[in-house]
């Protein structure tokens, strides 16, 4: 879950064709705080499998690998198998959110399936991500390499066994005598909506913003943008008064771990909150030379 972040981001702007992400503040909520390439059949049969309709006793899958094992999900659940695309980190995200990402004016979140088996490691540029979609929403599933798409009999399906990913299997097929075994994954118990709700409020909220924008295609939205680390954040310009450079910081007992403490600004006490500490984001010799933005409500 997003603890720290939860409700404070408004939502997400995707702006340059998706090549930049910008976090949408709510400044009211934060001042109230406390190579695997699909050949032409492969990607035709990805897309159109579904509909090709395979026998009573056979089932379709997409294999791929983690780790040591092989995974898979029926291909009636995978959209599109693409590689790993750049990936916007989210504050306070669960460990197994390795961000989100942009696709064709889709905002989906991006799943480490070795993270969530208890695997350790990251994705790099050899990492596929397999998108899925388990009925209600769609998301990305991080794996190591997506091998074939195959036609299995069901009767091969046997029941799941134990294990860190037993809560996510479906059940295991027994291929080439035994000598292969195949985890078959169900979507709809990998993860649910709330898991993903900070990561996806941004997905739900454009979706909102389309019907608005399509009644007066001249709104706009003006925001300050400012860094964080090596991403990107902004609030509502209406609601920034000024942008000061930091002044001496007078700390007090017993406040929030976010709080630093409070400025006098020209006769006015203003608490400053850090949020590098709010979303839990290493600190650095650069907040030396951090702004300060002076926000309000409206």
Not at 36 to 62: C, K, M, N, T, W
Not at 107 to 130: C, H, T
Not at 270 to 281: C, E, G, K, T, W
């Amino acid at each position: 879950n997003l603890k720290g972040a939860d409700g404070v981001i408004e939502g997400i702007l995707i702006l340059q064709e998706g090549k930049r992400v910008v976090m949408l503040l709510d400044a009211g909520k934060v001042i109230k705080l406390g190579d695997f390439e699909l050949s032409p059949d492969q990607a035709s049969a990805v897309a159109g499998l579904q509909d090709s309709g395979a026998g009573d006793g056979e089932e379709q899958i997409v294999i791929f690998s983690v780790g040591e094992g092989e995974y898979a999900f029926d291909v009636r659940d995978v959209k599109e198998i693409i590689r790993l695309p750049a990936l916007m980190k989210v504050p306070n995200g669960a460990d197994y959110i390795e961000g989100v990402f942009s696709i064709r004016n889709e905002l989906l979140a991006a799943l480490n399936l070795g993270r969530l088996l208890g695997m350790k490691g990251r994705p790099d540029e050899n990492s596929r991500v397999v998108i899925i979609h388990n009925g209600s929403f769609s998301c990305g599933v991080i794996v190591d390499k997506v091998s074939q798409i195959l036609r299995v009999r069901k009767d091969l399906l046997k029941a799941g066994g134990k294990g860190p990913e037993s809560g996510f299997v479906k059940g295991i097929f027994n291929l080439n005598e035994g000598r292969r075994l195949v985890m078959l994954l169900e979507p709809r118990k990998l993860v649910s909506l709330e898991e993903l709700q900070g990561a996806l409020k941004g997905d739900q909220k454009r979706q909102h913003e389309k019907s608005t924008h399509a009644a007066g295609a001249d709104q706009s939205l003006e925001c300050v943008v400012f860094r964080l680390g090596e991403e990107e954040y902004g609030i509502d310009i209406h609601h920034v008064q000024e942008i000061n450079r930091m002044k001496e910081i007078t700390r007090f007992p017993g406040a929030p771990a976010f709080i630093d403490g409070m400025v006098d600004l020209r006769g006015e006490i203003i608490p400053i909150l850090n949020l590098r500490s709010l979303f839990a984001l290493p600190h650095s010799e650069a907040e030396k030379a951090s702004k300060f933005l002076v926000a309000g409500q409206l």
